[in-house]
């Protein structure tokens, strides 16, 4: 059983908005092959707006995950930040943290419909909330997690139109939701 404080919430996700920001080009880049060039944009338009509203003060840390949600929902555009922002509010219902994950990936598959192995971000928060459930996270693993979806052939958005040209690239979606989980390592060793 594992309760993210309000003070947890936030450094966890403000570490992940400037890592987004940071990676805005190598994100572009890694859409470039199976997409349109965009998520690294996408994600740093996000970023910006979320480290504004975690600026804010907050009690509750289920408004909270809340307004992260709405902000990546207004922000991002584009699949990714209909994807993160409904994982994102559907974890605003819960509180304890392998709860939290499990509900956002419902989330991603509701409103998203891919499965494990579709090349997708789904790919990286599936074996997260697992591992997560047994309290062995490590970046080692989403990094394996990650790097998983070089293989695979692309079922999903906009990337599945390129077919099999989409095998041999990383899934943009599924890197940066590896920086997402990084920063959860990092505030779950503090
Ligand atoms: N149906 C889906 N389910 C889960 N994840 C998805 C889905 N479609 C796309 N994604 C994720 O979104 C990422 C692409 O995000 P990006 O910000 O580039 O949006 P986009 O596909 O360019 O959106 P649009 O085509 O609407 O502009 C993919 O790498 C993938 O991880
Ligand atoms: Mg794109």
Known sequence: MRELSCEAIISWIDSWAEVLIEKKDYLNELDTPIGDDDHGTNMARGAKELKVILKDDYSDSQQLTKKIAMALLTKVGGASGVIYGT???????????SRML?????????????EVGDKTLLDVWQ?????????????????????STKPMLAKKGRSEFVGEASIGHLDPGAVSSGYLFEQLVKELSK
């Open 127 to 147: 074996p997260v909330s697992e591992l997560v459930e047994v309290d062995s996270l490590t970046l080692a693993k989403i990094d394996a997690a990650v790097q």
């Open 87 to 97: 994982a994102f509010l559907e974890m605003s219902q819960e509180i304890e943290l």
């Open 102 to 114: 499990k509900a956002g990936i419902n989330g991603i598959i509701k409103r998203g419909k891919a």
